[in-house]
Every structure is written in C-alpha cells, then in structure tokens.
C-alpha cells in the first residue's frame, strides 16, 4: 500500500473532510458558516475554529475532497454515518485524524440545542514535506496500513481515538486565538504542527503497543458501572473522590475500576478527574461572572496557587489570562 502525499497537493484549498464529517458543511445554512471562523496561518495551513449550536436536529450528506486533516472535539457530541456505512460517534475529549487521496462522503447526525465546539487543521502535502527530520510518507503509510476504518477507500484512513491532555491544551489554546495578529499568527502555526506531531505520536505508540490475546472482553454489566462510576464522578467535581469510595459507589472492586476505567475512557480516575476539572474550571471562567477563586472552589481545589499551576500547565496560561481571552460567543 502507498499512501502519496503529492495526492493531496492541489486540493488543500477545498480540503474539508472532517467539517463535513461533523456537520455537512455544503449542505447546512447560513447560520453554521457564520459560527465557523478560519485561519491561514502561512502556506500550506488551514485552522477553522468551529463554534455551532444547531436549533433544530440535522441530518445532512456530504461529500469530502481528498485531503489530510485533524479535529479535536472540545464540546458537544454527535454521529457520523461513513462511506462504507460503518459509524462514529463524536464527542468531547476525542480526536480525528483523516487522511485519503480520493474524495469521500458522509452523514451526520448533530442533535438539537447543543452547542459544537472544535477545532480542525488541514494540511497541504509541500507543508508536511517540509518538515525535515519527520519522515511524514513512512509514518502515513503505517497508520494507512494499520487502519480499520478506511471512508475514503483502500488508501485511506481515519483514526478516532482519546484526546490527550497535552492535545486538549494545544487545542484550547488554538480555539481561543480566533483573530490572532503580529506574532499570535506564527504562534499558531506552531502550535497546528505541534498538535499533528503529538497525534501521530499518539497513534503510532498505540500500534507499537504489545497487544494481549488473554485480556477478556469487557462486560456490558462493568461498562454500565463504569458509566455510572464516570458520572459520580461528573456530577461532583468538587469531591475529593477516593478510589475506594467511587468503587463503592459503582459497586466495582478496586482492580477492576481502574482496570475498566483505564480502558473505556483512555485515562486513570484521577487523570480524569482532573481533566474534566479543568474543563469545568475553564468554562465557569469562560462562561460566567464568577471570581477565580469561587472557580477553584466550586472545581474541588482548596489552594487557588495549587489551581493555578495545573491550569496553566494544561492550557498554557494563567487563568487570569484565559479570562481576558474570553471567547466572543461567551
């Protein structure tokens, strides 16, 4: 199999697979184009900072240029319908990477009242070549060869899988620099280049990862528990969970929590805690007029100094920053 990056060169002007994989974006109104914000920040790459709460349910079909592009899903969750009808769901916390040399199409389901929040990058192919040192061509190639969902046929591939803290961040940090100006627009440059590099590492570590034949398959009565473990967890951030308590709680044994929920969630309890903390912590700040302190109360964090170095260690700023970056919309 040869995945040619050259396929991708001329059509980066019209390269928008994974906006049409969320929302269909030839089919829909005026409204979503006015919600969608795009950036060029040099030659070669594209960033669309999407922002999108549909009125009523959609339902729309779409079809997509060749292209290569990634998505971070910051908000709200939705369902796509593939080429080859086989399924993904979207929803907060996931990533897409996509890549195929033949155009593909889509069907996507986006429910009612709820806000879409994302951001996508698209990537011309001279872009990536000129990346010394990265070898892009053999790295495709393997994901290529490794994918099990191929939308855009045999060369193709797509990639769904946990976003990263470090990968949130980055996309946090894009979203909210939706005018950038002077050194703002090579900063997001940057940051687009940075943000692919850290998906195909993600994505390559998985596959170099030993695969076990002896692991059983998950119960549907454990996944409904750690489902229920999940959304305790959700529903008080501002408790200091033990692991023994929200074992109790989902009427799990401890082994078998953190086991499950290291597999169904892509991350420890306590590395989700704290991300979904600072998620929280982000959108109270974003979202409302609330003190920064009354934030790290309400987030489960007792020293504001504490909050402070994990808020800027996972979005690269000061939380005093972030306030006076708060989105347009908000």
Request: glycine share 4%; hydrophobic share 40%.
């Amino acid at each position: 199999m040869h995945f040619c990056l050259l396929c991708l060169a001329s059509s980066f002007v019209q390269s928008y697979f994974v906006m049409a994989l969320m929302s269909g974006l030839r089919s829909m109104p005026n409204q979503f184009e006015d919600t969608r914000h795009q950036i060029c920040t040099g030659p070669g790459i594209r960033i669309s900072h999407i922002d999108y709460t549909p009125q009523q349910y959609r339902s729309v079909k779409s079809e997509s240029p060749p292209c290569l592009a990634l998505c971070v899903f910051l908000e709200g969750s939705g369902e796509s319908i593939l080429a080859d009808r086989s399924r993904i769901n979207f929803a907060p916390d996931q990533a897409l990477l996509f890549a195929s040399p033949m155009s593909s199409c889509s069907e996507t389901n986006l429910p009612a009242h709820q806000r879409l929040r994302a951001i996508e990058i698209h990537f011309t192919a001279q872009t990536l070549e000129q990346i010394q040192g990265m070898q892009i061509q053999a790295m495709l190639q393997r994901l290529a060869a490794n994918s099990k969902l191929r939308p855009g046929g045999t060369e193709s591939f797509l990639y769904q899988f946990p976003a990263s803290a470090a990968i949130r961040a980055i996309a946090e940090q894009i979203f909210r620099l939706r005018t950038p100006e002077g050194v703002q627009q090579l900063f997001l440059h940057s940051k687009a280049l940075e943000l692919l590099s850290l998906m195909v590492d993600t994505l390559l570590s998985i596959l170099a990862a030993p695969q076990s034949v002896d692991k059983p398959a998950m119960q549907k009565r454990d996944h409904k528990k750690l489902d229920r473990a999940r959304e305790c967890l959700l529903s008080r951030l501002d408790h200091n969970w033990s692991l023994a308590e929200l074992a109790h709680v989902a009427n799990l044994n401890e082994r078998k929590l953190k086991e499950g929920f290291k597999t169904l969630f892509g991350n420890s309890v306590h590395a989700y805690l704290q991300e979904k903390r600072m998620q929280a912590a982000a959108h109270l700040l974003n979202c409302t007029e609330l003190s920064i302190t009354e934030v790290v109360m309400q987030t489960g964090y007792a020293n504001p100094s504490h909050f402070s170095k994990l808020f800027r260690r996972h979005f690269g700023m000061s939380p005093r920053e972030f306030v006076q970056l708060k989105s347009p919309s908000s």
